[in-house]
């Protein structure tokens, strides 16, 4: 009877101390994995450092980490971990399961049940996940002299979108695991889940970085191509027609003389167009040139009116301006400010087929307020966030205006910018106007 009671016992000590071992076994793997998910890694190097430290700790045959092509309908092998043994099999075949991605997922019934179950699926036969794609006698050798009984399938889950998948290949059947065990190979899941698909978003940032770095490069070489090349050009163009106009290389014909005024004004037109996209670009980038010094808001302003105001009323618009008593002084580059005033009014009148151009300029506090308002043709919400942006637009801008470069509102955003202001817009949509704002302070 006491023999059987210490026998009970024991076996009680040894389960309890096994399970113990797990659950410590479980904590420092967890650890480890979380150490290595907030590192900035690529995909497949977080998917090598997970797979290897769970192979090595556990003692798996087989750990490999699938991501889902849901839109291909595909799992891509990122990294497997494989046993020596293991290994050894491949290479007798000279093959290699990490090279073998899974097709037609959705018509695989074993894999299926992962994504539509959003569980974890369990087979004694490798050839349930790869199917027909590797022969079963190559299959039946991994399991004889690769010693692998059994494998787990666990869905990488995100938001619940499955982002991937976790193979575990062991040398044993699943059901001879006892629970705990099930219970500490699953506690590790969610980690890797969230560390792959912070990795995937850090790969993609990675990415669209270098997409922006070559973006900016290829900006830059247009810049100094348009600056130096296109506008050189337009400007000798445009100082060969105004000479020719002259009379000094002979009489020019009645019916030469209008092509060549109308050569000027082109050319004229395209060394505009050129250098409005070039300092929209450098105001954008903070490379344009200022000179502060103190001036006054109003001034510029009024000056800028009087001399739109003849432009505005030929096309037939009402064009007003209301000033508000206060003091306008402050600290900017007057010539700058000018043109980004215009610009505003330009963009205003260009857009407004019929109505009015209303300006108001006030002063309250340490704010100097600037607002444009048109019966224009508006804007849509979608379109807002893009007309301060380089060539934005609205989507159907270039029907109300063919001329528009896309860069009159980048100077504007820029310049104000620089005076420590800021520039923004309002409407109410399509068809309903649109009221533009500028805000500078008083000192900078």
């Known amino acids: 009877m006491e023999n059987d009671e210490l026998k009970f016992v024991t076996e009680n ?4 101390n096994l399970e113990l071992a797990v659950k410590n076994k479980t904590l420092s793997l967890l650890d480890k994995l979380y150490s290595i998910s907030i590192l900035a890694l690529q995909p497949k190097n977080l998917a090598e450092r997970v797979n290897s430290t769970i192979q090595i700790d556990f003692n798996f045959e087989l750990v490999g980490i699938f991501l889902y092509q ?44 992962i994504f539509k179950d959003k569980s974890m699926v369990y087979t004694e036969e490798l050839t349930d996940v790869w199917d027909s794609l590797v022969s079963k006698e190559i299959f039946n050798k991994i399991k004889s002299d690769g010693h692998i009984e059994s494998s787990i399938l666990y869905p990488l889950i995100i938001e619940n979108k499955p982002i991937g998948v976790l193979l575990l290949s062991l040398n044993r059947k699943y059901s001879e695991l006892v629970q705990y065990e099930k219970d500490s190979i699953g506690a590790f899941i969610n980690v890797i889940s969230v560390a792959l698909d912070k990795s995937m978003l850090y790969e993609q940032l990675t990415n669209t970085n270098e997409k922006l770095k070559i973006a ?5 070489s247009l810049m100094h191509f348009m600056n130096h090349q296109v506008k050189g050009r337009l400007g000798n163009a445009k100082n060969i027609f105004a000479e020719l106009l002259t ?46 010094k103190q001036m006054n808001f109003k001034d510029v302003v009024e000056k800028v ?48 087929p019929s109505g009015s151009v209303a300006i108001e300029l006030s002063q309250t506090g340490k704010k100097i307020k600037l607002s444009i308002k048109d019966t224009g043709v508006g804007i849509a919400e979608e379109d807002k966030s893009r007309l301060f942006k380089s060539g934005g637009r609205g989507a159907d801008s270039l029907k109300v205006n063919t001329n528009s470069t896309g860069y009159g509102l980048v100077f504007v955003k820029g310049v104000v910018e620089a005076h420590k202001g800021r520039v923004w817009v309002e409407s109410e949509g399509r068809d309903k106007g649109a009221t533009f704002y500028l805000e500078l302070p008083i000192q900078i």
Do not use: C
């Not at 000590?13 to 309890?16: E, P, W």
């Not at 046993?83 to 019934?109: A, G, Q």
């Not at 082109?266 to 344009?288: C, H």
């Open 13 to 16: 000590l040894y389960k309890q």
């Open 70 to 113: 849901e839109e291909k309908d595909i799992l891509s092998p990122l990294y497997f971990s494989k046993s020596d043994r293991l290994h050894k099999v491949e290479s007798s075949f000279n093959i290699s399961l990490d090279s073998i991605p899974i097709t037609n997922v959705s018509k695989n019934t074993f894999l299926n049940k």
């Open 216 to 220: 900016n490069e290829n900006q830059a």
């Open 247 to 292: 009379d000094d290389y002979g009489t020019i014909s009645d019916f030469a003389r209008p092509l060549l005024q109308k050569g000027l004004e082109e050319t004229d037109l395209g060394v505009t167009y050129v250098q409005n996209i070039l300092k929209g670009s450098s105001a954008e980038n903070g490379t344009l040139p200022y000179e502060m």
């Open 305 to 352: 009116v009087a001399e739109q105001k003849t432009f505005v009323e030929a096309k037939g618009l009402k064009f007003s301006l209301k000033v508000s008593d206060g003091d306008y002084g402050m600290t900017g580059d007057s010539l700058e400010l000018s043109e980004a005033v215009k610009n505003m009014i330009d963009n205003s009148v260009n857009y407004t």
